[in-house]
């Protein structure tokens, strides 16, 4: 299996983010009006996208917003190996100080 981690753009995300956080609502509900500040991330698995996260940097912090994985790829460690892979490369290239992010209560074990 072949795992890849790379910069996209936001456009890129809206899919994942629609179809794993809010199937039910219009596409648009899935984007951000400051989308076109943000840094996105794919985890590439053969080439498809299973995972995205998007990050928005001020001075020396960073959120991190709609991090999704597809439901079919969740608990496979897809997901954590795009967080890790933002927290330890990205961040250090980037002298983040501070990362912090708003979830949905369901989903605050996850952190």
């Known amino acids: 299996m072949n795992l890849k981690v790379k910069e996209i753009t936001a456009e890129e995300t809206h899919h994942i983010r629609?179809?794993?956080?809010?199937?039910?609502k219009?596409?648009?509900?899935?984007?951000?009006?400051?989308?076109d500040s943000g840094i996105h991330f794919g985890l590439f698995k053969n080439e498809i996208i299973v995972s995205v996260i998007s990050v928005f940097i001020?001075?020396?912090?960073?959120q991190f917003r709609k991090f999704a994985t597809l439901v079919s790829e969740q608990g496979k460690g897809y997901g954590s190996y795009l967080l890790k892979y933002v927290l330890k490369n990205f961040c250090s290239e980037n002298k983040i100080e501070k990362i912090w992010c708003n979830a949905r209560v369901d989903k605050a074990t996850f952190y």
């Open 26 to 35: 219009p596409l648009d509900f899935v984007v951000l009006e400051n989308d």
């Open 18 to 24: 629609h179809k794993v956080m809010w199937p039910s």
């Open 58 to 62: 001020c001075e020396n912090e960073m």
